[in-house]
């Protein structure tokens, strides 16, 4: 199993940076994909970013393309969300997921393609 931990979340104002960490332990030596998701109050789960086994691969929901960046760094088993101009509509608890993968996986975009989740990290943007 992948153990997954977020944290650098926070309140800031609209037009603000965040930077979302993301920490993978446990089985980490097979490939895996990853990806973060938001769930807003009375909302479901949705996808935001993903990326795959070698960093390469990467997709994002429209609604944060060009303001979101995601990336890994394999060495360390870390994955980050670099959140720019963020709106009040941002704001949510973000996930951080996996699932184990060939090492050139288009990674999914899908909650339910996920098997290991984080307990997620609270993201509030002031208008």
């Known amino acids: 199993q992948v153990h997954m931990v977020e944290s650098g979340g926070g309140l800031v104002e609209a037009g603000g940076s965040l930077k979302l960490p993301c920490a993978a332990s446990g089985r980490t030596d097979t490939a895996y994909y990853m990806g973060w998701f938001r769930q807003a109050p009375g909302k479901e789960r949705e996808f935001v970013a993903a990326?795959?086994?070698?960093?390469?691969?990467?997709d994002y929901a429209d609604s944060v393309k060009a303001r979101f960046t995601i990336s890994r760094n394999k060495g360390e088993n870390v994955m980050y969300l670099e959140m720019n101009d963020l709106k009040p509509e941002d704001t949510a608890v973000y996930y951080c997921?996996?699932?184990?993968?060939?090492?050139?996986?288009?990674?999914?975009?899908?909650?339910?393609?996920?098997?290991?989740w984080g307990q997620g990290t609270q993201v509030a943007v002031a208008s």
């Open positions: 997921a996996a699932r184990y993968s060939y090492y050139n996986s288009r990674p999914s975009t899908s909650v339910k393609d996920y098997a290991f």
């Open positions: 990326v795959g086994w070698s960093g390469g691969i990467t």
